[in-house]
């Protein structure tokens, strides 16, 4: 669909006659101009139901829907669907206040896989957090199974980003260690080196 000038003054009495569907009914070019905002706004209506863009609550129900649960309370959503390759569109201000809504294609089923598993990697998105309760658990699980000096902080991370299918680091195990284990329990069980409390 051909872009829809957000400014009437680039385009000339002509122009806006035939755009407006006026021709020979003999309105000013002021009077033209100010047809122009209403007739610009059913013209980006139109391209936003035929091209199937979503708005910033349709997005996020969207998303929901298949899996990838976002904050409600989010409202930085285009740095959101930039950091995960959401196309978008921005179709400019109509009338001369607010802002410029953004408008964002949506996304196929590979992308939102995609975006669930960057979700459940990233601790302060809803998933995020739900995987770190998760992990956190798994962590002391492989812990309290391990026999005596069987493991260390890496082979239980890795253990733990096996069984739960979420990336885990060692400086995670230490932290959630450090916390629920003594000192003794953790030198006991782990082949090298023992958590300083602070």
């Keep these: 669909m051909k872009e829809i000038s957000e400014n009437p003054q680039t385009l000339n009495k002509k122009s806006l006659e035939k755009e407006l569907n006026v021709v020979g009914k003999n309105y000013t070019y002021r009077e033209l101009r100010k047809l122009w905002p209403a007739h610009r ?33 989010t409202r930085n959503l285009v740095r959101f669907a930039k950091n995960n390759g959401i196309k978008m569109k921005t179709f400019g201000r109509v009338g001369s206040f607010g802002c410029d809504p953004n408008y964002f294609y949506k996304p ?26 998760e992990k956190k658990r798994e962590i002391i699980k492989v812990f309290n199974q391990a026999d005596k000096k069987e493991e260390t902080k890496t082979s239980i991370a890795e253990k733990v980003a096996e069984n739960t299918g979420v990336y885990t680091n060692r400086k995670l195990v230490r932290s959630v260690l450090d916390k629920e284990k003594s000192k003794s329990e953790v030198n006991e069980k782990l082949k090298k080196g023992v958590f300083q409390k602070n």
């Design 41 to 73: 706004k059913k013209l980006i209506e139109k391209e936003i139901r035929e091209s199937g863009l979503l708005n910033f609550d349709q997005l996020i129900s969207f998303l929901k829907e298949k899996g990838a649960a976002i904050d409600e309370e």
């Design 108 to 133: 196929s089923s590979e992308k939102v896989k995609e975006i669930i598993e960057n979700l459940r990697n990233n601790n302060n998105s809803l998933p995020g957090r739900k995987a770190l309760k």
